[in-house]
């Protein structure tokens, strides 16, 4: 805040001094300021509207520049709007009536196109820049004198634009304006980043500061989610974020911030660990710390208590089989029912193709087919764990383009060609449950005699195929749309660590024949 303050005055002296001694302000720039009728440098801009104009309607504040008439008066303002004019981006404009002499002139950064009250005139500079000219109208003291001198009226002041353009002012020539303008400029957006800043950091502080030392753990946590965590991740994480909460209030419903030490902190990870397996115990771990750390930062907690944690759990369950070798999917896929319209086993061969995620493939439409360069593209998904609706991708990364078999694209082709091309082709109702899909493949894995995997596996079958075929492990990655290709090699480690032995296996043989 005190950063932001100094800014804005000394935004406000180095203004106001600049356009008194401009050419001490110069450095290598040595053009002649000359002094001009403001009716040379600029033309008034009129378009009126009628009542019904949808644009946007603005106003022109003192302190925040052009900006939205509803978030300057905290609500929408209901009026006739007949009259009112046209104001672009870039173009100048300032309220033609005033208590004193201090007329404000603003230029529209705030929308390609707005409207603004008819006691509002609107110019733009002739071949000159015209945030140059509202700076010398803003801040030189001559214009100052000069408005008090031109101005009209006996209790409110009025300004026309005919006036105004009977003034002086001093300019140098274009290239100095825009240098100027672009300093100016530099400033004011540096200004409004550390407003910006101000303004969450006073959102945080209100939040938080009502958190003491001696208040609950568990009511911290609370807080520390809807500050840091509400609005910057998905749902899905959010979710998760309230749960371990769940199990805080649960495990440690009465302990005090003050009284989090490695002991009791080390206590609540036990008995946690009892009932979810280590890697869950790992979770939840993460989850705690985040928050942990903050408080320690912020002086709630005297220790970080996470240091050293010892992550147990309780015995893993058989993990299932989580994918197939070649042959049992091309038994797997010789068992689907792929005759007449869009299926469930039209879906299970999809993802089997492309290793796809299921709310994935579930958000595909028509659209989304290039049939004619053979791609499949993604950039959406569909929200089977709630009320369904596309969704966005689960990362960035996740938005690509999967190259599809020319047998894929001839049976696509014929299958979406009469559906809706912005609807998903598998969703026939809004809710979709995966259990129902796991159901069908399952009955299909039995009947053709295999291990029983669900949809997600048959993604972990696509890129372990692809993985022994030889695929790098970065095109693996981008095809399956991993943030990076460490989570490839994670999720996959059993496969390559394989690949890498058969490898040794080559290299020895290779290097025995050369004896």
Same mark, same amino acid.
């Given at each position: ?281 790992? &979770? $939840?771990? *993460? /989850? ?10 912020? !002086?709630?907690?005297?220790?970080? @208590? #996470? ?62 087919? &290039? $049939?004619? *360069? /053979? ?10 764990? !709630?009320?369904?609706?596309?969704? @966005? #991708? ?65 993604? *972990? ?55």
């Amino acid at each position: 805040m005190i950063i932001h303050n100094v800014l804005l005055c000394r935004e406000s002296k180095l203004k106001n001094v600049f356009f008194r001694e401009p050419r001490k302000y110069l450095g290598s720039l040595t053009f002649t300021w000359e002094q001009r009728k403001l009716g040379e440098l600029i033309s008034e801009y009129k378009e009126t509207v009628d009542s019904s104009c949808t644009l946007p309607v603005l106003t022109s504040s003192k302190t925040e520049g052009v900006i939205l008439q509803e978030e300057h008066f905290g609500r929408k303002q209901q009026h006739d709007i007949t009259g009112y004019n046209v104001l672009p981006r870039s173009y100048c404009t300032y309220r033609n009536r005033s208590d004193g002499v201090d007329f404000t002139f603003n230029v529209n950064e705030c929308c390609d196109m707005g409207i603004i009250s008819k006691f509002y005139p609107i110019f733009c500079g002739n071949n000159n820049d015209t945030y140059f000219l509202s700076l010398v109208l803003n801040n030189s003291d001559e214009v100052v004198h000069e408005i008090a001198y031109t101005c009209t009226g006996t209790g409110q002041k009025v300004l026309s634009f005919l006036d105004l353009q009977k003034m002086s002012i001093r300019v140098p020539r274009q290239e100095e304006q825009k240098k100027t303008s672009a300093f100016f400029k530099q400033l004011d957006n540096l200004i409004t980043l550390h407003q910006r800043e101000c303004k969450y950091i006073k959102l945080e502080a209100n939040v938080l500061s009502r958190i003491k030392e001696t208040d609950l753990f568990c009511d911290y946590y609370d807080q520390w989610i809807k500050v840091y965590k509400e609005g910057a991740v998905r749902k899905v994480t959010m979710d998760k974020y309230r749960m371990t909460y769940s199990w805080l209030k649960r495990l440690a419903p009465s302990l005090r911030l003050c009284d989090v030490t490695r002991v009791t902190y080390q206590q609540i990870l036990n008995n946690y660990a009892v009932c979810h397996e280590r890697q869950t115990t790992m &979770d $939840f771990h *993460h /989850q705690l710390k985040g928050a942990i750390i903050d408080a320690v930062d912020d !002086g709630l907690i005297a220790k970080d @208590p #996470t240091r050293k944690a010892i992550i147990k759990g309780k015995t893993p369950a058989a993990k299932k089989i989580k994918y197939l070798n070649q042959y049992e999917l091309h038994t797997l896929l010789s068992e689907l029912d792929l005759r007449g319209d869009i299926n469930w086993d039209w879906l299970i061969l999809l993802t089997a193709k492309t290793g796809m995620r299921f709310s994935e493939v579930l958000a595909l439409t028509p659209n989304d087919f &290039d $049939f004619a *360069h /053979q791609m499949l593209l993604i950039n959406k998904t569909w929200d089977y764990k !709630g009320n369904g609706g596309f969704l @966005p #991708t689960k990362n960035r990364s996740s938005v690509r383009k999967i190259q599809i078999d020319w047998q894929t694209v001839i049976q696509f082709s014929e299958l979406v060609k009469k559906l809706p091309p912005d609807k998903p082709i598998f969703v026939q109702k809004e809710r979709v449950y995966n259990s129902t899909v796991n159901d069908i493949l399952a009955r299909h894995c039995q009947k053709a005699n295999i291990p029983i995997i669900s949809v997600h596996g048959l993604r *972990h079958t696509h890129a372990s195929l692809l993985l022994f075929a030889g695929v790098s492990i970065a095109s693996v990655a981008r095809r399956l749309g991993h943030s990076s290709m460490t989570t490839t090699q994670k999720t996959y480690l059993h496969i390559i660590q394989e690949l890498e032995n058969q490898d040794v296996d080559l290299v020895m043989r290779s290097l025995s024949g050369l004896s």
